[in-house]
Nanobody, 124 residues
Framework: QVTLVESGGGLVQAGGSLRLSCKVS????????MAWFRQSPGKEREFVSG????????DVAESVKGRFFVSRNNAKNEAYLEMDILKPEETAVYYC?????????????????WGQGTQVTVTT
């Protein structure tokens, strides 16, 4: 069994920054590529950013390009999402996801393991 636990969410003013973390525990070999998704109230969950198994490849949604940055530390079994210049409309629950394949996908159905999410609230 493998579990993902997100942390780092909270309240931030528009224009501010937050850094989310995702800790992988248990059968860490079940998780290769990792990704971040988010879901705002009344909206579907959407892809934010993903990173390959070795960290050499990253993918990012157009809406956050240049402001959000994904990384990982495999020695610590952790992934991170640095979010800069946050906007109020980016208030959402942010989820970490993992899949056994080496490269990330933008499709949430391609991920087998999910964290419970961490709330990010961006105020005006």
């Amino acid at each position: 069994q493998v579990t993902l636990v997100e942390s780092g969410g909270g309240l931030v003013q528009a224009g501010g920054s937050l850094r989310l973390s995702c800790k992988v525990s248990g059968r860490t070999d079940y998780v290769a590529a990792m990704a971040w998704f988010r879901q705002s109230p009344g909206k579907e969950r959407e892809f934010v950013s993903g990173i390959s198994d070795n960290g050499g490849y990253t993918d990012v949604a157009e809406s956050v390009k240049g402001r959000f940055f994904v990384s990982r530390n495999n020695a610590k079994n952790e992934a991170y999402l640095e979010m800069d210049i946050l906007k109020p409309e980016e208030t959402a629950v942010y989820y970490c996801a993992g899949r056994a394949r080496d490269y990330p996908s933008q499709g949430e159905g391609d991920y087998t393991t999910w964290g419970q999410g961490t709330q990010v609230t961006v105020t005006t």
